[in-house]
């Protein structure tokens, strides 16, 4: 079993920056991408961001420039940096993992955060 443990949420005032933390537990043999996606209420959810095993990344539009993905492969842990924030940036932000798992046949998994809340007073 895998589980993922999101932290960093909270309330900022806008043009503020928060960090998101998503760290990967359990049986693990490899990751392969790692991404947050969020949801504003009475919305879909959307992605944010994505890197690869590799350090590619891909961003939303409305976040480049502003938002930065990266990845600490050694602590399987995926990293979020939001900067000038807008009150449109408040959601419900969740981490999504996939991977190997460590234990023979070493299936695939794919595992989501519980979700950590972000919002950004005006």
């Known amino acids: 079993q895998v589980q993922l443990v999101e932290s960093g949420g909270g309330l900022v005032q806008a043009g503020g920056s928060l960090r998101l933390s998503c760290a990967a537990s359990?049986?693990?043999?490899?990751?392969?991408?790692m991404g947050w996606y969020r949801q504003a209420p009475g919305k879909q959810r959307d992605l944010v961001a994505t890197i690869s095993s590799g350090g590619s990344t891909n961003y939303a539009d409305s976040v480049k420039g502003r938002f930065a993905i990266s990845r600490d492969n050694a602590k399987n842990t995926v990293y979020l940096q939001m900067n000038s924030l807008k009150p449109e940036d408040t959601a419900v932000y969740s981490c999504?993992?996939?991977?190997?798992?460590?234990?023979?046949?070493?299936?695939?998994?794919?595992?989501w955060g519980q979700g950590t809340l972000v919002t950004v007073s005006s």
């Open positions: 999504h993992v996939e991977g190997l798992k460590g234990i023979w046949p070493y299936r695939p998994f794919d595992a």
């Open positions: 359990g049986s693990i043999l490899s990751i392969n991408d």
